[in-house]
C-alpha cells in the first residue's frame, strides 16, 4: 500500500479507536501492534518491549515526576489564595486592580504549579465571587480565570514543554526561555481585553477598588514570596549551568513539600500522602503514554509513512505560511479532543520533519503548538477549564463562561499571529540566554 494511503488509514483508525474512550496509553500500542502485525508480520513485535522501556530509559524523564510533585504540593495549600490577595493589595490602586490581580496570580500560579485546572480552582475559588460581588460580568469575571489558567503549559517551568523536548529531542532550557515572552505577552492581552470589556461594561467604578494600607500590603508577603523565590531559583541554576533540569526539578520539588510543610503545616501523613499519590498517578499516566507514543513512532517510521509525508510536503509548490495555516487548524481540531500531551507525542514524530523541510524553527513551534494547546482547554467539547470553572461557580450557566471565554480565544490566535509575523520573541530569549 502507498505510504501516503496508510498514513492517512492510521490516522483514521487512531481517531476512532481514541474516541471509543480507552485511555490514550493503550490506544496508540492497540494501534501500532495492529499495523506492524499486518503489515510487517507477527516477529516486528518482539521489538515492542524493547522499544517501550528504552524510550522511559532517559534521564531527563525525572524532571516530570518531579515538576508534577512540585506543582502538587503548592496546589495543596492556600498560596493560590494568598497569592490572589497579595497581589490585590499591591494592585490596588491600578485602574482594575482587581481583573488585574486575577490574571496575574493565573500567571505566577501556573508557573509555580504548571497545572491548568489546578490553576483555575485555586485562583477561581477566590477571584470569581470577589469579581462578581464587585459587579464585573460574569462574562470577564470566569473567562479570564479559565484563560489565565491556561497559562500553566507555557509559562515555565512546562511540563507540557518538557514533553515536547523529549519527543523532538529539543533542548529543554531553549524551550522553557522560548515560553517567557509569549507567556507574558498573552498575560498583557488578557489584561487588555478585560480592561476593555469592564469598560465597556458601563460601570467605571469596577476600575478602582478598595484601598489597603502598608501593613496589610507586607503582611501577605512571607506567605508568597518563598514560592516564587523556589521558581526562580530553580529556573537561575538550569540556566546558569549549576544542574541539569531533572536535578533543578528534584531539589524545586523537596524545598516546595518543605515550605509547604512549615509555612502551610502540612504535616498530616494523609495530605502528604495525597500529594505523593497524587503526583504519581499523573507522573504514571504521562510515562505510559511518553512510552506508547515511542512504539507509535516505530510503527510510522517502519512503516514509512513519516519519510513519506515529509517527502511529499517538500514537493508541494505551496507557500510555507499556508502549510503552517493548515498544521495549525490541525493542532486546534486535535486540542478540542485530546489533552497537550497526547497531542504532542502523536504529532511530533509526524510534524517535526515536516516544520523543519519547509525552513520553521522547532523551538518557535514549541510555542506556536503550546498556544494552540491552550486554546483547547478553554474550547468545548473538552474544554477541561470551562468544567472546572462551572464546577467552581454552578450558578452560572456553561454558556455564560464558554461565552466569556471566546474573546480569550481570540487573544490567543492573535498571539499566535504575532508569533509568525515576529517569530524572535519566541528565539530571541533562549538565543540570547544560551547562545
Known amino acids: ?78 498560596a493560590g489564595a494568598d497569592l490572589y490577595e497579595a497581589l490585590e493589595r499591591w494592585l490596588t490602586r491600578v485602574p482594575g486592580g482587581l481583573v488585574i490581580s486575577n490574571l496575574g496570580a493565573c500567571a505566577l500560579f501556573a508557573a509555580m504549579s504548571g497545572s491548568s485546572p489546578a490553576t483555575c480552582a485555586a485562583i477561581g475559588k477566590m ?19 479559565a484563560a489565565g489558567g491556561t497559562l500553566g503549559i507555557l509559562i515555565p517551568p512546562s511540563v507540557t514543554m518538557i514533553v515536547y523536548g523529549i519527543a523532538t529531542e529539543t533542548s529543554i532550557g531553549r524551550l522553557f526561555l522560548a515560553g517567557v515572552i509569549p507567556g507574558l505577552m498573552l498575560v ?21 477598588s478598595r484601598s489597603y494600607s502598608w501593613k496589610e500590603r507586607f503582611e501577605i508577603l ?99 505560511w499556508v502549510l503552517m495555516i493548515a498544521i495549525n487548524f490541525f493542532l486546534l481540531i486535535a486540542g478540542f479532543f ?17 516544520i523543519t523541510v519547509a525552513g520553521f524553527d522547532p523551538i518557535w513551534f514549541a510555542v506556536v503548538l503550546t498556544i494552540n494547546m491552550e486554546i483547547g482547554l478553554i474550547s468545548p467539547p473538552v474544554g477541561l477549564n470551562l468544567y472546572v470553572i462551572n464546577g467552581i461557580a454552578p450558578e452560572i450557566p456553561l454558556k455564560t463562561i464558554l461565552m466569556g471565554s471566546l474573546p480569550y480565544v481570540a487573544c490567543m490566535v492573535l498571539a499566535i499571529v504575532l508569533l509568525c509575523v515576529f517569530p524572535n520573541l519566541a528565539t530571541w530569549l533562549p538565543d540570547t540566554v544560551m547562545s
Open 338 to 354: 485530546l489533552p497537550p500531551v497526547a497531542v504532542i507525542l502523536m504529532a511530533a514524530p509526524i510534524l517535526l520533519p515536516i
Open 222 to 320: 512571607p506567605r508568597v514570596l518563598p514560592f516564587l523565590l523556589i521558581i526562580v531559583g530553580v529556573l537561575y541554576a538550569m540556566y546558569g549551568g549549576i544542574a541539569t533540569p531533572s536535578e533543578t526539578a528534584a531539589v524545586g520539588a523537596l524545598m516546595c513539600l518543605m515550605i509547604a510543610m512549615i509555612i502551610y503545616k502540612l504535616w498530616h501523613p494523609k495530605l502528604l500522602w495525597n500529594v505523593l499519590r497524587d503526583s504519581t498517578k499523573e507522573s504514571v499516566m504521562i510515562l505510559f503514554i511518553i512510552a506508547a507514543a515511542g512504539v507509535f513512532s516505530y510503527m510510522l517510521s517502519s512503516l514509512y509513512i513519516t519519510q513519506s509525508i515529509a517527502e511529499w510536503i517538500g514537493t508541494l509548490d505551496v507557500n510555507r
Open 1 to 78: 500500500m502507498d505510504p501516503l494511503l496508510l498514513g492517512a488509514l492510521v490516522a483514521v483508525i487512531t481517531i476512532l479507536i481514541l474516541f471509543s474512550g480507552v485511555s490514550v496509553a493503550i490506544g496508540l500500542l492497540v494501534v501500532s501492534a495492529g499495523f506492524l502485525i499486518v503489515f510487517d508480520g507477527i516477529r516486528s513485535l518482539e521489538l515492542m518491549p524493547e522499544i517501550l522501556f528504552g524510550k522511559l530509559n532517559s534521564f531527563a524523564l525525572l524532571s516530570i515526576p518531579m515538576f508534577i510533585i512540585m506543582g502538587a504540593s503548592i496546589a495543596s495549600t492556600r
Open 127 to 145: 477571584g470569581i465571587p470577589e469579581m462578581r460581588k464587585r459587579g464585573y460580568p460574569d462574562g470577564v469575571a470566569t473567562g479570564s480565570i
Open 188 to 208: 498583557g492581552l488578557f489584561m487588555a481585553w478585560s480592561l476593555y470589556s469592564t469598560w465597556r461594561s458601563g460601570n467605571n467604578a469596577l476600575l478602582s
